[in-house]
């Protein structure tokens, strides 16, 4: 059983940045990891996800070019690096592992084994 703790939520003005957290217990495997948030009245929707055995990466169009994901793989560790926060990124975030290959279906929150207890994140106009 891997344990996923998120962290680096909190509260922040349009145009500014935040940097999420997600470290995993284990640390014997590599791992898909990604990042889902969900708002509110909508539906869960799949952010990025990196696998920590190589450097691809995978993006939501809308977040692309704003955010960044990265793994330490010394620290067991997966961040998230979001800039130019826009109100509409407001929701709660979760990191998720499932112990294979990231591929398309990135997004697919079912695939995934583990997930993180989540870690608010609020953007003001």
């Known amino acids: 059983q891997v344990q996923l703790v998120e962290s680096g939520g909190g509260s922040v003005q349009a145009g500014g940045s935040l940097r999420l957290s997600c470290a995993a217990s284990?640390?014997?495997?590599?791992?898909?990891m990604g990042w889902f948030r969900q708002a509110p009245g909508k539906e869960r929707e799949g952010v990025a996800a990196a696998y920590t055995g190589a450097s691809r990466t995978y993006y939501a169009d809308s977040v692309k070019g704003r955010f960044t994901i990265s793994a330490d793989n010394d620290k067991n560790t997966v961040y998230l690096q979001m800039n130019s926060l826009k109100p509409e990124d407001t929701a709660m975030y979760y990191c998720a592992a499932v112990r294979r290959m990231c591929g398309s279906w990135y997004e697919r929150g079912d695939i995934y084994d583990y997930w993180g207890q989540g870690t608010q994140v609020t953007v003001s106009s």
């Open positions: 284990d640390n014997a495997g590599y791992y898909c």
